[in-house]
């Protein structure tokens, strides 16, 4: 594969004394950012080159905007010659020694298993699959990552839904032959297309859903569906005949439901239309509940969507589109009636790694059992407290539940309820002193790595190397994560890490206006996320360049998402790797995942977009606009003749003086992404008019289209590897990066460029940092405490 020829990197420029230094920031820096101004709310009257450390945060602010060019603004006055690249050089250069002799590895509070996390530590405890947000609330983010320890607060409420989900899962796991009949819906999203085949349907089948349902005990279910009203007959008048929709469980049939006009209502008892009894066994199954086509199948009847598609419709449309093909709403189960016991399932092979063949044997097979699993849960060998506590849990189960397998229910639900699961502590040794740097313990260590990578607890091989102390020996940590990487778990990578530096879940809440994009639906979404998360797993796996995520010439699709592109030749539902076919498309700016989530329902923005990229791609966020100011949304969208363009509404924005500022840096980067629609695809006007997507960067350079926009992106190559090496970091060790980690950042892609810049270098550059590998001991860090490794807490 090709890439373009990057510019050859400047020579290293004289050094300059910090006096004539101080002076060049006087001049050209201290106009706006003075005791007076305080442009940006920064002021460097007192600011001194020859000191940065003293004002750190102000120091590594100016070097991210220098190494950006976006300081000096364009349009004002800069020294001549290579004088800036001399003074952020030096800034570096004294930064970078004092952080040899002081190293600061920062501090963190206790992490807690997020949602993500915590649904990954069950199945890979116990091989049950169950979706955390039916316990926890949603995660706060910091700088765009679910897992930063500070913003994890903790409350009665959010401790009780750990403990209400380890009962509920303690259950799920052991099953229940004396369950209460209870009600599980599963949703199927309005702007999904149910015209086609659904990955794990039956063949053959059209639309519907497919979930996996874990089934508490054998006994008799019933399954109830409920329809979109537009697809039954509410607009079409009964039309929608010869239509069945078919329950499966496992693939086999077990109910045929004729579909008539009516069905889109629950009944006066609130029990789903079409519910009809089936015998199931404990433990999971996989559901699917798809239309049987009639024999004979007409044209499809559409008032807004084009024919091959139906129900897309918005909450602000004022009116639906309609077809004859009816339309899944919901999916519930409600069971067990009259349940007859607890069959055998691959949950309950998981959890009984044993079985007592007798009254003797039950106590040291529930001991094995909990050595097992209590290791996996807490990440860590168990002591001997935590084994007995544990076992006296069994026992306490095991008297008042009457069995063996309750006994080791009520152990489980201990684990999953212990603070060693749910909160991830990293003990301090017993000769650490205050804010004085440590290393972490192999065992900690292992979870951070584990978690970093695969976004999960450490499986049993790396429990084993961290508790033989080999990952604190040469090598040991570097053969750790090659291994890790190796190991189909990594896609956390693309789909914890990845997926929320590019903010792709801004996709969730972006819906483009379903009458001007009428082929825009849900699987098309999904399509779009996939293609990006896809791309930078194989970024990972096959250890290419990170700079391939702007430059690369090729991506990831399937036969949706390539129509949407424009491009031939891919057919089915299977996403593979495609070379672009031109050069309108490269890299991740061409994505229409970004594409989307960067714009409007109605129309494309060219402030989200060069907004997205200074603040994700550039660490260089604008200020927030003064108060006062009206957004650009405020702004006449048209001139009384016709529909204003987006370029036509930013030069109506800009004439404002407070907003003008901020727009000369943003506005170009958008407009020259003018090209793409709100859905990523190409276009030649816009409302009616010949797109105009010239404009002057942030530097003096000039872009007229995303292909010039990338070129000068990879101009300031330094900014774009630094900016995803300190989002690498803050997913990695949980925390915000703050000024005293930025040496590290840079040593990390110093180090990187020797090896062409290569994904693994930049992983192992995070992993080795001290960071990642050290800690500072602070008031309320776990201490190790006496030969048993309990711990005790400073206060």
């Not at 089915?572 to 070379?579: D, E, L, S």
């Not at 490269?586 to 409007?600: E, K, N, W």
Request: glycine content about 8%; charged content about 25%; hydrophobic content about 40%.
């Amino acid at each position: 594969m090709s890439h373009p020829v990057l510019p050859r990197r400047a020579a290293v420029p004289a050094r300059m004394a910090p006096a004539a230094l101080n002076g060049v920031v006087k001049q050209y820096c201290g106009k706006c950012h003075n005791d007076t101004m305080k442009r940006g709310n920064l002021t460097l009257s007192r600011f001194d080159v020859a000191t940065p450390f003293g004002q750190m945060d102000v120091a590594e602010g100016m070097v991210a905007k220098l190494r950006a060019g976006m300081m000096p603004p364009v349009g004002s006055a800069r020294p001549k010659g290579d004088t800036l690249d001399a003074l952020v050089l030096e800034l570096e250069t004294r930064l970078d020694s004092m952080a040899v002799l002081n190293p600061d590895p920062g501090r963190r509070t206790f992490q807690r298993l997020n949602r993500a996390e915590y649904q990954a530590a069950v199945k890979q405890l116990l091989g049950l699959e169950v979706d955390a947000a039916n316990y926890l609330p949603p995660d706060t983010k910091s700088d765009n990552f679910d897992n930063i320890a500070d913003v994890q607060a903790l409350s009665p409420t959010l401790l009780g839904a750990y403990l209400r989900a380890a009962g509920d899962i303690s259950w799920l796991a052991v099953g229940n032959a004396k369950a209460s009949a209870g009600a599980t819906t599963y949703t199927m999203p309005k702007m999904a297309s149910q015209t086609t085949h659904v990955e794990g349907a039956p063949y053959g089948t059209r639309g519907g859903m497919v979930v996996t349902h874990t089934f508490p005990a054998d006994g008799e279910y019933r399954f109830g569906v409920n329809f979109f009203h537009e697809t039954t007959g509410a607009f079409a008048g009964g039309l929608a005949r010869g239509e069945a929709l078919e329950i499966a469980v496992d693939g086999e049939r077990v109910a045929l439901i004729e579909v008539d006009r009516f069905m889109h209502a629950s009944d006066p008892n609130g029990v789903a239309q079409g519910a009809l009894p089936v015998k199931v066994t404990a433990g999971p199954h996989k559901i699917s509940a798809a239309f049987i086509p009639p024999r004979f199948q007409g044209v499809v009847q559409d008032l807004i969507s084009p024919l091959k598609y139906s129900l897309n419709s918005t909450s602000n449309a004022v009116a639906y589109g309609f077809t004859l093909l009816p339309h899944l709403r919901e999916l519930t189960v409600t069971g067990p009636y009259a349940p007859t016991g607890v069959s055998d399932s691959p949950v309950r092979r998981q959890l009984f790694s044993c079985r007592p063949t007798s009254a003797a044997s039950e106590r040291p097979c529930a001991l094995s059992i909990v050595n097992r699993l209590g290791t996996q849960a807490y990440r860590r060998p168990l002591t001997d407290d935590d084994r007995q506590g544990l076992m006296s849990l069994y026992d306490a189960g095991r008297t008042t539940g009457g069995s063996f397998e309750q006994g080791v229910r009520l152990a489980l639900e201990g684990m999953l309820a212990s603070p060693d699961f749910v909160f991830r502590f990293e003990r301090a040794p017993s000769s650490a002193t205050l804010n004085t740097p440590y290393a972490l313990r192999d065992i900690d260590l292992a979870s951070r790595l584990s978690f970093f990578l695969w976004s999960a607890p450490p499986d049993p091989a790396l429990i084993s190397a961290a508790s033989r102390g080999t990952l604190s020996q040469p090598g040991g940590l570097e053969r750790e994560v090659k291994r890790m990487l190796a190991d189909p778990r990594a896609q956390a990578l693309s789909t914890r890490f990845a997926a929320q530096w590019l903010r792709l879940p801004d996709l969730d809440v972006v819906t483009p206006d379903i009458r001007q994009y009428p082929d825009f639906d849900e699987q098309l979404k999904n399509g779009m996320r996939r293609e990006t998360e896809m791309f930078f797993d194989d970024l990972v796996k096959r250890d290419r360049p990170v700079l391939d995520l702007y430059r690369a010439d090729y991506t990831f699709v399937n036969e949706q998402l390539a129509r949407h592109y424009g491009m031939k030749n891919v057919v089915g539902p299977a996403f593979r790797r495609v070379k672009y076919p031109d050069a309108t498309r490269r890299g991740l700016l061409s994505h229409a995942s970004v594409l989307t989530l960067t714009s409007h329902a109605t129309r494309t923005s060219a402030v989200e977009r060069g907004k997205w990229v200074m603040e994700v791609l550039l660490n260089s966020p604008p200020p927030p606009p003064p108060p006062g100011v009206p957004d650009l949304e405020a702004t006449p969208g048209s001139d009384g003749a016709r529909p204003l363009t987006v370029r036509e509404r930013m030069e109506q924005h800009r004439k404002n003086p407070a907003c003008s500022s901020c727009h000369k840096m943003m506005d170009p980067i958008g407009l020259a992404l003018e090209q793409y629609d709100v859905t990523g695809k190409l276009r030649r006007r816009d409302n009616g008019m010949p797109i105009d997507s010239r404009g002057d960067l942030w530097d003096g350079t000039t872009a007229n289209n995303a292909g010039e926009l990338q070129a000068a992106l990879l101009r300031r190559q330094d900014a774009l590897l630094r900016t995803f090496t300190r989002n690498l970091m803050a997913y990695a060790v949980g925390r915000r990066i703050e000024a005293h980690d930025m040496p590290s950042v840079r040593r990390i892609v110093r180090d990187a460029g020797g090896q062409q810049h290569r994904m693994s270098a930049y992983i192992m550059g995070v992993v080795r940092s001290p960071a990642f590998r050290m800690q500072k001991l602070e008031s309320s860090t776990t201490v190790e405490s006496g030969p048993s490794g309990a711990s005790s807490r400073f206060h």
